[in-house]
């Protein structure tokens, strides 16, 4: 049975109906289209070793490397689910997918699987990950559990460019919290399919965020031409979460989908 449930959640701005278009069972992505996948990370009774008997022996290790079994549970469910979900696209078995991770731990499909041109990203808080796959264009995602007391100004001036602390000052108190997640988002979105991690400061570049205003790339201080080369989108997923994605073009075509977990326990059911 295929894990891959295909049914869209109506909460992602210009989605579209989504139709499942498989040859031999395996998902197809066509040109400028990006499916944005949710996954949820909420512990069950599930015993965690069917989801551990897909990882590879590193990804175990470092589920093991986390001190709480939450945090072990909702490590090793998210990196099931992107096997699977991949294994979908690449029409293999989960277990046999390959991995390799850049210089700043950004993970792609090796192994010579990498000819697929499959680019994927996760992001994961609280219970809650998604994970946005595209063909051959990178792609960023990142979704943040809202914690109101991290939204100060102290912070927003340590990592936001001076026009985003401006536009967050100009803001009544009642709106800044989640005006500072939608920044949040939307500038580790980008950096995340940037790949470079900490080594591209938060305030060389500017997003635009203020209510009312769309999801957009505004200035990249070492390269304007950035602007041009990336379209950002808000994605809704739910009370007390905020999230962005960062695809490389224009004019995409953007599908939400759920991960069915009750599909992997019937798998190891049968």
Known sequence: ??????????????????????????????????????????????????????????????????????????????????????????????????????????????????????????????DLALLAIASGLAVGVDIEWVKPEFATEEIAERFFSATEVQTLRALPNTQRAEAFFFCWTRKEAYLKALGDGLSVPLDSFAVAFAPGSSAALLHVKANPAEVERWSMYNVEVGKGYKAALIVEGNGHRLQQIKWDRALLKQRFSR
């Open 1 to 126: 049975m295929n894990p891959c449930r295909r049914d869209t959640l109506d909460n992602l701005p210009g989605a579209l109906e989504y139709e499942a278009r498989t040859a031999d069972g395996r998902l197809i992505l066509t040109a400028n289209e990006v499916h944005v996948w949710r996954i949820d990370l909420t512990p069950t009774s599930d015993g965690i070793q069917q989801y551990r008997s897909l990882l590879s022996p590193d990804e175990v290790q470092r589920a093991d490397r986390f001190h709480f079994e939450q945090d072990r549970w909702r490590f090793t469910v998210a990196r099931t689910a992107i096997r699977q979900i991949l294994g979908c696209y690449l029409n293999l078995p989960a277990a046999e997918l390959r991995f390799c991770y850049g210089p700043k731990g950004k993970p792609e499909l090796a192994g010579g699987l990498e000819q697929c041109g499959i680019k994927f990203n996760l992001s994961h808080s609280s």
